[in-house]
């Protein structure tokens, strides 16, 4: 069974940096495209940076530059190393992982039917 567990979430003043971790089960292999999304309140939920199987990286507009997704695949961790936070950047994050054959990086952030999500971890910044 796949699993998705993130963690790394917190509190953080305007200009400071987190790192979220995704912990997935070995089901998920190379054949996997991941990807993170969030979801502020009141908002619908948005892609902001994207892996394909392939290791290109895809990021939001609004993200890039300051956001660096990565993945250890020997330990099965999804990273995103965020910094120069706003706080805009406020919201719940959620790491997804699906099949994804033939779709760009760019276009994985706009995938909403991921099969497997994560949980969530709570990212608030505040000035």
């Known amino acids: 069974q796949v699993q998705l567990v993130e963690s790394g979430g917190g509190s953080v003043d305007v200009g400071g940096s987190l790192t979220l971790s995704c912990v997935h089960s070995?089901?998920?292999?190379?054949?996997?495209?991941m990807a993170w999304f969030r979801q502020a309140q009141g908002k619908e939920r948005e892609g902001v940076a994207s892996?394909?199987?392939?290791?290109?990286?895809g990021y939001a507009d609004s993200v890039q530059g300051r956001f660096t997704i990565s993945k250890d695949n020997d330990k099965n961790i999804l990273y995103l190393q965020m910094s120069s936070l706003q706080s805009e950047d406020t919201a719940m994050y959620y790491c997804?992982?699906?099949?994804?054959?033939?779709?760009?990086?760019?276009?994985?952030?706009?995938?909403?039917?991921?099969?497997?999500w994560g949980q969530g971890t709570q990212v608030t910044v505040s000035s």
């Open positions: 070995g089901s998920i292999d190379s054949r996997y495209s």
């Open positions: 997804a992982a699906d099949i994804v054959p033939g779709v760009s990086a760019w276009a994985l952030l706009f995938v909403t039917d991921y099969t497997y």
């Open positions: 892996i394909a199987s392939d290791g290109s990286t």
